[in-house]
């Protein structure tokens, strides 16, 4: 019987099952070969004000294309960061490099009023984490107001008060907050009212099934639009598409949309010419 069991327990390791751990292994080390490179690069999202039309920000997102391995996109080597311990080094070189392109515009003249940076639940587990923002503001010659923190809840917060510590240290340097992907996962309405944040971002899942003004989904994306509008916070809509989401959302007056009808993430230079396109006519040129 213990035989038998034994050989069933062999069997979990198939072969595809081995292979998929040395993909992961590999992954891993070409990852941190990338980061070491600078291989990684952001791009940049824009963020439309509902009722002006105007810019409001824009948010960064990580993007890797290996030599060998191709486009991997960040759904898969964000987790894979998280689990091999580079997710540090990861979220240190996003702030870093999106400070640093923040000033490059302002030197430009090109105005971008504010750039979102991602960073994981597990950053917040750091005590240093708002010395090391402030470190790398100071660096970069960055003003505190125009960055913005996106926290994404991909893992549990697992301890609350220093959270909420670390969260309002982050305030205190002038930063924003922004509480990412709300209405799933981990990011529940009682963490949403007790951490200080600045802006709540209605998750992209919500937008299916958001074209008519009735229904469980509208019911849903208006609540969390008054539960945030009540709680003082910016509501950012994220992967808006379509013409008919967009006016649904101008109606319940959401603060700021960003979706692929709009742009999609942009490197730098397309981004700076997208904004001189958008400031040249009013509302917002619309790519569906
Ligand atoms: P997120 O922070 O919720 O970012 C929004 C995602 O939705 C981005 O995917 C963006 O490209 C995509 N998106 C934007 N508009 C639309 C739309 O209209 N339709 C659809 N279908 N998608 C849209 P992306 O770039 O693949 O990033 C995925 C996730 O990876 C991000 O979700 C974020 O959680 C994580 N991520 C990306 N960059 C970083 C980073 O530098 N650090 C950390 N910690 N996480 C990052
Ligand atoms: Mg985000
Ligand atoms: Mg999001
Ligand atoms: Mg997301």
Redesign the pocket.
């Known amino acids: 019987q213990a035989k038998e069991a034994g050989r069933n327990c062999y069997r979990f390791f198939s072969p595809e099952m081995n292979r998929a751990a040395e993909d992961r292994i590999t992954l891993a080390a070409a990852l941190r070969r990338a980061i070491r490179e600078d291989r990684l690069s952001?791009v940049y999202?824009p963020q439309v004000m509902t009722d002006s039309g105007q810019l409001h920000g824009v948010?960064?997102?990580?993007r890797w294309i290996d030599p060998e391995l191709g486009f991997i996109?960040?759904?898969r080597f964000?987790p894979l960061a998280e689990e091999t311990g580079q997710?540090e080094v990861?979220?240190e070189w996003?702030l870093r490099t999106a400070c640093r392109q923040m000033t490059a515009w302002m030197a430009q003249g090109i105005d971008v009023p504010i750039v979102s940076?991602?960073?994981?639940a597990i950053h917040f587990r750091d005590r240093n984490l708002p010395a090391t923002i402030a470190r790398i503001m100071d660096e970069a010659g960055m003003p505190p107001e125009r960055l913005t923190i996106?926290l994404?809840e991909?893992t549990m917060i697992d301890n609350f008060e220093q959270t909420v510590e670390i969260v309002t240290a982050i305030r205190a340097l002038g930063c924003g907050v922004s509480m990412?992907?709300f209405g799933t996962g981990f990011s529940s309405l009682s963490n949403l009212a007790s951490l200080p944040v600045s802006e709540v971002?209605i998750d992209?899942s919500f937008m299916k099934g958001f074209e008519e003004p009735s229904g469980k989904v509208y019911s849903v994306v208006r609540a969390i639009m008054h539960i945030g509008q009540s709680l003082g916070m910016t509501v950012v809509a994220?992967?808006?598409?379509t013409q008919a989401q967009y006016q649904l959302l101008r109606a319940m007056q959401c603060d700021v949309i960003?979706?692929?009808?709009f742009s999609?993430?942009l490197p730098p230079e397309e981004l700076a010419q997208w904004c001189a396109a958008s400031m040249s006519q009013s509302p917002p040129p619309v790519h569906a």
């Open positions: 952001l999202q948010e960064a997102l990580a996109s960040p759904g964000i997710i990861l979220g996003s940076v991602n960073l994981s996106e994404t991909s990412d992907d971002k992209q994220e992967g808006v598409e960003q979706g692929y009808l999609r993430p």
